[in-house]
């Protein structure tokens, strides 16, 4: 198996379309756009972390936000097409606000920090680690508010049309996936793996910082899907229409292969 590393879905749904993926992990929101946008890509395995990695953080200094009532007129960094945006949009919908309350800062997950550090940007939607790292360098910042609907913790593996329909392909993703039900449930036992390893060793958190990180995602968990998904997935898409990034409306459960339930609860017991 080879491995193709991307700046977030949207890049990676490009490569799915000039063919040269199989699978590959995305979130909640480039799962709605590749549905819009007809390619032939379904989640055939779903999990979902017991908190959210994402929050609403200001820039350094600004203390007058306090919720997502208070971002209406305000300045927000994010990366549509994300996870980002999808937390934005369902925090927005929290408090009675749309896209057009706001003035939207449209760049790469990876640079949101620094469009707050430079003022380009009053608050900015984040993830761990990142969020602990600009945390840790920009004391006067704070957390706002976090994201609680399940579309900001679930991750999906997605196949091709293509890969599913080849048999040897369908059965290396099922192979795959029983793999990495596997990998999961380990690191679920040997939580200081990714602490030290990613949080401290890739990103620079503090030992502090990293296991309050940890628990604050907390475990990750496999479902059946659509499962617990269907609902809030079409919330989501809903609410992608009502901002005009997607042309039509879509029904989700076309975006669920439940070809794999049956492996994935016998791995996840086993």
Do not use: C
Not at 58 to 81: E, F, H, M, N, T
Not at 136 to 150: D, F, L, T
């Amino acid at each position: 198996m080879q491995y193709s590393e991307f700046v977030g879905g949207p890049a990676m749904l490009q490569d799915f379309e000039g063919g040269g993926l199989d699978v590959g992990f995305i979130q909640s929101t480039p799962l709605i756009f590749a549905q819009a946008a007809g390619q032939p890509i379904t989640a055939v395995a779903g999990w979902a972390s017991a908190g959210s990695a994402y929050a609403l953080v200001s820039a350094p200094g600004v203390r007058s936000i306090r919720s997502w009532a208070d971002l209406k007129g305000k300045r927000v960094a994010y990366q549509q097409g994300t996870a980002l945006e999808s937390a934005l949009l369902e925090g927005l919908e929290s408090a009675g606000l749309d896209l057009s309350d706001i003035t939207t800062v449209n760049v790469p997950a990876t640079q949101i920090a620094a469009a707050l550090q430079g003022g380009s940007a009053d608050v900015g939607i984040e993830v761990e680690p990142l969020l602990s790292a600009y945390l840790q360098a920009n004391p006067s910042a704070h957390v706002i508010a976090h994201p609680a609907a399940i579309t900001e913790k679930a991750g999906f593996l997605i196949a091709a049309s293509s890969a599913l329909s080849t048999a040897s392909r369908s059965s290396a993703i099922a192979d795959y996936i029983t793999r990495l039900i596997k990998a999961y449930a380990y690191l679920k036992t040997h939580p200081k793996l990714i602490i030290h390893t990613v949080y401290e060793g890739q990103y620079g958190v503090t030992p502090v910082r990293a296991a309050a990180i940890s628990a604050a995602v907390g475990p990750t968990s496999f479902f059946e899907l659509p499962g617990a998904m269907l609902a809030p997935q079409q919330n989501l898409a809903n609410l992608y229409l009502a901002s005009g990034s997607i042309p039509s409306k879509i029904v989700v459960g076309k975006e669920f292969n439940p070809r794999f339930n049956s492996l994935v609860s016998s791995a996840q017991g086993s």
